[in-house]
């Protein structure tokens, strides 16, 4: 089955700098690649996605890059600010439907410093 | 657009009663609803795969017996939590994914129930 990693576990960023979150998935045949902002208490909440035959989306302060051949993606924050603390989850998934589960990373605990 | 939610959105209980927890889709249908487990600081765990109208699907390891899933209608699925013990205290959570209608990947995470089994 798929098998997704993401790095850094933590990561603490001083206010108004980037921040980059990395996974890696294993199976070649994923093809849709949600992020996920978690924040304490709460459930997850969808704050972009890629598709495979997209190299990179942008959303405001918000991007994800995906590099299919090597098989990972990343999510970047700029301009960071405090409340873009949280839990993030990088996820990957067969696609094509409904009924596909998700794969999830373990999760980065971003920490933005005032 | 998009919302899910769960109710309750916190429960405690005593060990060996039964709890359950609902989940809607409030402004979409979803044929296929997803049930996960999170412990803290962990990533989330799917328990099982709930589709409309017919049984669900359960990951290895989740006993169905304990973990009871229906799904009745397009907004609306339950799992509940058979003879509950300190051990099923967790963070539980679902999604949905809007369908039939639309053929589309996302997934729509509601707020989460905190059980506590006392």
């Known amino acids: 089955g798929e098998n997704v990693e993401q790095h850094p576990s933590t990561l603490s960023v001083q206010e108004g700098d980037s921040a980059v979150i990395k996974c890696t998935y294993s199976?070649?045949?994923?093809?849709?690649f949600p992020w996920y902002k978690q924040e304490l208490g709460k459930g997850p909440q969808l704050i972009i996605d890629?598709?495979?035959?997209?190299g990179e989306k942008k959303d405001q302060r918000i991007a994800v890059t995906l590099n299919k051949t090597a098989k990972h993606f990343s999510l970047h924050i700029t301009e960071t600010q405090p409340e873009d603390s949280a839990v993030y989850f990088c996820?990957?998934?067969?696609?094509?439907?409904?009924?596909?589960?998700?794969?999830f990373g373990s999760g980065t605990k971003l920490n933005v410093k005032p | 657009g998009a919302v899910v939610s769960q109710h309750p959105s916190w429960v405690i209980c005593k060990s060996g009663t039964s709890v359950k927890i609902e989940c809607r889709s409030l402004?979409?249908?979803?044929?296929?609803m997803f049930w996960y487990r999170q412990f803290p600081k962990q990533s989330l765990m799917l328990m099982a795969t709930?589709?409309?109208?017919?049984?669900?699907?359960?990951e290895q390891g989740v006993e169905k017996d304990k973990f009871l899933i229906n799904h009745a209608s397009l907004t609306l699925s339950t799992l509940t939590v058979t003879s509950a013990h300190p051990e099923d205290s967790s963070f539980y959570i679902c999604?949905?994914?809007?369908?039939?209608?639309?053929?589309?990947?996302?997934?729509?995470f509601g707020p989460g129930t905190r059980l506590t089994v006392l």
């Open positions: 999604s949905a994914n809007p369908g039939p209608s639309i053929i589309t990947d996302t997934q729509y």
């Open positions: 199976d070649s045949a994923s093809n849709y």
């Open positions: 890629i598709r495979s035959n997209v």
């Open positions: 996820a990957a998934t067969l696609g094509g439907g409904n009924f596909n589960k998700f794969y």
């Open positions: 402004d979409f249908q979803a044929t296929t």
């Open positions: 709930s589709n409309e109208g017919s049984k669900a699907t359960y």
